[in-house]
């Protein structure tokens, strides 16, 4: 049954929500690192990370297990957050639609 819209803004709400919280941690871990990069880098995260998710695909597939902790929301959630920091620092830029 295919849900409601409102139902889907309370998952994406929710899962932004989750994303902003791991992004928060991240930064009291790492600092705001992404503040220093140029829009290119942070591209450049967004592909590494977009292959890692193909990574871990195909080991599912193969019915397989990575040998590293996180996996695929977590590089989708790293991802989102990436895409919002490139979004920040092009509006910084006075970059238009």
Known sequence: MKESTDELVKKYDEIISETREIM???????????????????????????RRVQQLEELAQKGEKSKVAEGRISEYRDIINYCVFAVIKLRELGVEE
């Open 24 to 50: 928060i941690r991240k930064n009291h871990d790492y600092g705001d690192s992404w503040r220093e990069m140029r829009v290119p880098s942070i591209t450049d995260q967004i592909l590494v990370k977009v």
